[in-house]
C-alpha cells in the first residue's frame, strides 16, 4: 500500500543542477523520517541525505554543501536539490520511507531514478 515514485532524473552536465521529487501514498507521509539513498553501478548503496518528520536533516560528507533535502507535507513529497553537481553523483537515486504501524518500523523503497552527470 505504501508506495513511494520518484522522478526529475536525467542528464546534466557537470556544475549544473537537478531536483528530484519522491512522491508518496499510502502513509501518514508528514510522520514518516526520509531520505535519499544512492548506488553507483558496481557499488555499494549509500545514503545520501535524510530528513526527520521534525525536518531535522543529515547529509554524506560527499555532497554537504551542494545537495538539499526537503520535504512538502501537504503534498506528501520529499525533494532532493542538486546543485554543482559532479561525474560522481552519478548513480540511480532512491528514496527511501521509514513508516511507523504501531510500534513497528518498516521500510519501503521507490524504484529509482537515473542521475547522470556527464559533459
Known amino acids: 500500500q505504501v508506495q513511494l515514485v520518484e522522478s526529475g532524473g536525467g542528464l546534466v552536465q557537470p556544475g549544473g543542477s537537478l531536483r528530484l521529487s519522491c512522491a508518496a501514498s499510502?502513509?501518514?507521509?508528514?510522520?514518516?523520517?526520509m531520505g535519499w539513498y544512492r548506488q553507483a553501478p558496481g557499488k555499494e548503496r549509500e545514503l545520501v541525505a535524510t530528513i526527520t518528520s521534525g525536518a531535522v536533516t543529515n547529509y554524506a560528507d560527499s555532497v554537504k554543501g551542494r545537495f538539499t533535502i526537503s520535504r512538502d507535507n501537504a503534498k506528501n513529497t520529499l525533494y532532493l536539490q542538486m546543485n554543482s553537481l559532479k561525474p560522481e553523483d552519478t548513480a540511480v537515486y532512491y528514496c527511501?520511507?521509514?513508516?511507523?504501524?504501531?510500534?513497528?518500523?518498516?521500510?519501503?523503497w521507490g524504484q529509482g531514478t537515473q542521475v547522470t552527470v556527464s559533459s
Open positions: 527511501h520511507a521509514k513508516v511507523r504501524l504501531w510500534s513497528l518500523i518498516r521500510t519501503y
Open positions: 499510502g502513509t501518514n507521509f508528514g510522520s514518516n523520517d
